[in-house]
């Protein structure tokens, strides 16, 4: 390579970033994506100009030529998408006094870079960072806007993290008891002569599955125990085989020998928990990605022939046939509005109340993308007592819920993770007018924010079904959310659903403000509430939250998101830990999502049968039914009485005598 100070070469030297290296010493770098390139073929040099500098590569191989050309032309689209999407971003290099040093700093950078870029590309998706410029994206690729693989990918490589970091600090207790002298021995281990694993000299470690029988699929596979006594300081036994019912016959009986049990437990509870289990790349209990059976067809059903004689009436007390029916019911319903809980994790980081206003407007608004492709069918109404549970460790909440009225119909719900804590009740009126129908919600939203203290409220907005007797069925939304922060009033934001009008072209469209103590207007909200939401004016904003790719086929599977196909999953894992009121247990929900129409007919009729048989013996006995995990608050809203979680440790629900619901 040609520059004005001389000829250097750059076999070396990663691609990403030039160096200009002369006598072992780091004479300068340069950003290929913020150079000017022009290529003469005929000379088979290529010019780089920085405007300080100008670098010139001459090649005196054709093929080499054509070579170099291409993954520079290849570099600069990627770092000018790079730069679009991540304007912010400040490169740093690492000058060294040496070529290996200065390398390998430049090295580190790029393996850096390549993991921050994983998830940032992940998180343009979620609206995790605010300072993205919406201007930008425009130039960055669609496949890459709203890469799903992309998206999983990053999920997953941030649980091995969290489960890697575990284990080592395990580990590294471990390894301090195993050098000391009152170090435990472990006494009646059956196996061969222990021999220590030989070291390997290699750059990265990685996870590896060994040919294993069925019954030891899934343990973590180190040599052999030595039979008899040993010293933990010299041995490495197979911590995830052994039986810690007898393990803990130590020849001692220190507290330092107790500790070290426990740690083992811990140790071997993370391993069989984390994602690399049968092999170093396979991800855990992978989720469905489809419905056993897709929709039926309702078109031979004649609504107005039962709708008729309602109209202006409550619907919710109106039989429908089970075809109109989606296989979820309202309690998973409200689940499905935590679909984008991380921007209250996000939220949950924010020093600034402005900002952090922000992300729980876009959490409030996120709720509704949803059902944008549910227009065509309901959810089932749930049975007094009835009950829905969704433990979701990969998103880091724990959320329960219960039908605790009948009529009028009241669904409760409760979430909590370590950033936050969601709760409503929820009642709806539902209004036939002719051609559409009319979804009034009544109820309030909580969320507080432990770390900050904030305690958010909303309300909810009215859902309109257009074209319900004929043609194609829509849904919109309309109305305005207030969002106030009960223990802060130094912020507070309004957001309108603008409601659709045949002249004009705003549908699904939303606008927001966030206002300060004094009534200014700080942050200025605009977007679709099925698409995305941005903060910022025309000219320049960030997008704070984007709607997940729908998955494969959802036409054809009632228009379900893939945090919707999850929800009715039955995990064998959990199905022991479940009450029996669940939703999943509930017969005619199920045979509906398995396509047997015909029995999950029969089986809605015999169980709304049994309620209102239930509902006659509690009026003839003057009885009030009274929820088992919710109580009435002061400010006559349903929360939780802090039951449910405790209940669910240790198989308590099999304690209870629940109600037959069905």
């Not at 093929?63 to 570099?75: M, P, Y």
């Not at 500790?259 to 209990?285: N, T």
């Not at 056993?292 to 429908?320: E, F, Q």
Request: proline share 5%; hydrophobic share 30%.
């Amino acid at each position: 390579t040609k520059t004005d100070n001389g000829w250097t070469s750059l076999n070396s030297v990663p691609f990403h970033t030039k160096c200009l290296i002369e006598r072992e010493k780091l004479h300068g770098c340069i950003d290929v994506g913020l150079s000017v390139m022009s290529v003469k073929k005929s000379s088979k040099c290529i010019d780089l100009d920085t405007e300080e500098h100008i670098y010139h590569l001459k090649v005196k191989s054709e093929e080499v030529f054509d070579e170099w050309v291409s993954k520079l032309r290849h570099h600069r689209m990627y770092r000018q998408n790079e730069i679009a999407m991540f304007p912010h971003e400040v490169n740093h290099y690492f000058p060294g006094s040496t070529v290996t040093d200065s390398t390998s700093g430049v090295l580190d950078s790029l393996s850096s870079r390549k993991r921050s870029s994983i998830s940032k590309q992940s998180s343009i998706q979620t609206g995790s960072n605010l300072s993205f410029s919406c201007a930008g994206e425009t130039r960055v690729p669609l496949w890459l806007q709203s890469s799903e693989d992309m998206e999983k990918c990053s999920k997953d490589l941030a649980h091995c993290h969290a489960y890697l970091v575990e284990m080592s600090h395990l580990l590294q207790s471990m390894d301090v008891l195993h050098r000391t002298y009152s170090a435990p021995a472990i006494n009646a281990i059956q196996g061969g002569a222990f021999e220590s694993p030989k070291k390997e000299k290699r750059s990265h470690r990685r996870w590896r599955s060994r040919a294993i029988g069925k019954d030891a699929k899934g343990t973590l596979q180190v040599p052999k125990p030595f039979s008899g006594p040993i010293r933990l300081h010299s041995s490495n036994p197979n911590l995830s085989t052994l039986d810690f019912g007898e393990e803990k016959n130590y020849s001692d009986g220190s507290e330092t020998s107790s500790e070290f049990s426990k740690m083992q437990e811990d140790l071997c509870h993370i391993a069989h928990k984390g994602p690399l289990l049968e092999s170093g790349a396979e991800a855990k209990s992978k989720r469905r990605t489809c419905l056993p059976a897709p929709c039926p067809s309702a078109r031979t059903i004649s609504l107005w022939n039962i709708l008729r004689n309602n109209i202006g009436k409550d619907l919710s007390k109106v039989a429908m046939p089970v075809e109109l029916n989606e296989p979820l019911n309202t309690l998973q319903r409200l689940c499905e509005e935590l679909e984008y809980s991380e921007l209250l994790d996000k939220a949950a980081q924010i020093p600034s109340a402005l900002e952090r206003m922000v992300y729980v407007a876009a959490f409030a608004v996120s709720a509704y993308a949803s059902s944008y492709f549910r227009a065509g069918s309901k959810p089932f109404n749930p049975l007094l007592g009835e009950t829905y549970e969704c433990i979701r460790e990969d998103k880091g909440f724990r959320f329960f819920s219960e039908q605790v009225s009948h009529h009028p119909p009241i669904s409760a719900c409760h979430a909590e993770s370590g950033n936050f804590v969601f709760w409503q009740d929820v009642r709806w009126k539902n209004k036939f007018w002719g051609k559409s129908m009319e979804i009034v919600p009544i109820g309030t939203t909580h969320v507080t924010l432990p770390a900050f203290g904030d305690h958010f409220e909303w309300n909810k907005v009215t859902s309109c079904i257009h074209n319900i007797l004929s043609g194609q069925r829509w849904i919109e939304h309309y109305g305005e959310i207030v969002i106030k922060n009960l223990n802060d009033d130094s912020c507070h934001c309004k957001v309108n659903f603008i409601k659709a009008k045949y002249w004009s072209t705003n549908a699904r469209e939303i606008e927001g403000t966030v206002f300060d103590k004094n009534g200014k207007a700080v942050h200025r909200l605009f977007g679709k509430w099925h698409e995305s939401i941005y903060c910022g004016g025309s000219s320049s904003s960030a997008c704070v939250w984007r709607a997940n790719p729908m998955p494969k086929g959802y036409e054809q599977y009632y228009g379900f998101t893939q945090f919707a196909l999850e929800l009715n999953e039955m995990d064998p894992l959990s199905k022991s830990l479940l009450p029996p009121t669940d939703t999943r247990f509930r017969p005619d929900q199920r045979f509906l999502e398995e396509g047997n129409i015909e029995e999950a007919e029969i089986q809605k009729q015999r169980i709304e049968q049994l309620q209102r048989e239930r509902r006659r013996v509690l009026e003839e006995n003057c009885v009030e039914h009274q929820p088992r995990f919710f109580r009435k608050s002061n400010d006559d809203s349903w929360v939780s009485n802090g039951t449910y979680l405790e209940l669910r440790k240790d198989l308590g629900f099999s304690k209870l005598d629940h109600p037959v619901l069905w």
